[in-house]
């Protein structure tokens, strides 16, 4: 049994429950439009519980920190997931815990349509080939305006309007009358693991984007070192992909914001264990790779115990 009353965090008064046998689930809301039926405003209770869990696993809040931020075991935070047995104020803790607003969840769980995700690698392929029209995706994708693309960039307005069409036919975005744009991906949407977009990018990260100083306002590098255990580089590939879902979510707040107001951003995230190459072939080959992070910061290896060597192989 699901069952929950009272006001959200906005101030909407609702209800909705869940019938034990046969786990359907009302909402009724106080600000419903003048109108609106009883069927109207029913979802099923799965849907709100497989919304919580979706955007936990988006923000890689795992059911061990849940059960921190509620003070709770993290095997009654199982167990409450699989009952589906919640208060409105215990949702409302755990969307706390999480970052998640209230009113977003019930958003996730009465949305009737999912948005597109991600892309073939094939439709990848065609953007990538075309660069107009990877421009006016990116564009289009981020809340522009069709007079504010061809404004902006030299863009004729028939070869905009043919590449925005090519992205409706793809249902990237609905394009309406008078050249409205409706961009239809899911707030999850990503691009392809090393697909075709993901290379365009990456073979640019290095002769562009890093070429910077990054010392103007709103620019930030920074490159750190260390010698991690398994259990910390696990979690801070957590924590790096809750920024890139905080990046997310601030991107799509300030959509509604009018263009003169925002401004194209990019945010590089990456770890992984590393030897400069010029250092790997100075190593002999019976000793075990040195973390960057012990030659390039010597801070590091001081009141550590030296990482014991191999034995020699006898020549």
């Known amino acids: 049994m699901l069952f929950a009353s009272g006001k959200g965090l906005r101030g909407e008064a609702f209800v909705f429950a869940a019938d034990e046998l046969g786990g359907d689930a009302w909402f009724n809301s106080a600000i419903a439009p003048p109108g609106t039926g009883p069927g109207e405003v029913a979802m099923h209770a799965l849907a709100l519980v497989d919304a919580l869990k979706r955007m936990l696993k988006g923000r890689a809040v795992t059911y061990a920190m849940v059960a921190v931020g509620l003070g709770l075991s993290e095997a009654s935070v199982k167990r409450m997931f699989s009952r589906r047995d919640f208060t409105l104020q215990r949702l409302e803790d755990i969307c706390s815990v999480a970052g998640i607003d209230f009113s977003e969840l019930m958003r996730e769980a009465t949305s009737e349509d999912a948005g597109m995700t991600h892309l073939t690698a094939e439709q990848e392929r065609e953007i990538v080939s075309d660069p107009t029209l990877m421009l006016i995706a990116l564009c289009a994708v981020g809340n522009w305006t069709f007079q504010q693309i061809v404004e902006t960039y030299d863009i004729p307005e028939a070869e905009c309007i043919r590449c925005l069409t090519r992205l409706d036919r793809q249902r990237i975005i609905e394009l309406g009358p008078g050249n409205r744009i409706r961009s239809l991906i899911d707030r999850t949407f990503a691009w392809l693991p090393g697909g075709p977009i993901q290379r365009y990018f990456r073979a640019r990260v290095e002769s562009e984007f890093l070429s910077s100083k990054f010392d103007r306002p709103g620019e930030l590098f920074l490159y750190v070192n260390g010698m ?13 992909r809750r920024v890139a879902n905080e990046f997310a979510d601030l991107h799509a707040a300030d959509r509604a914001l009018p263009l003169s107001e925002r401004h194209g951003a990019s945010m590089l995230l990456a770890i992984r264990p590393w030897e400069p190459r010029a250092f790997r072939a100075l190593r002999r080959k019976d000793r075990d790779p040195v973390p960057a992070g012990r030659l390039l910061n010597p801070m590091l290896g001081r009141d550590l115990p030296s990482a014991p060597l ?3 192989k006898p020549k």
């Open 310 to 312: 191999r034995p020699r």
């Open 228 to 240: 991690l255990s398994r259990h910390s580089t696990s979690e801070v590939t957590a924590r790096m």
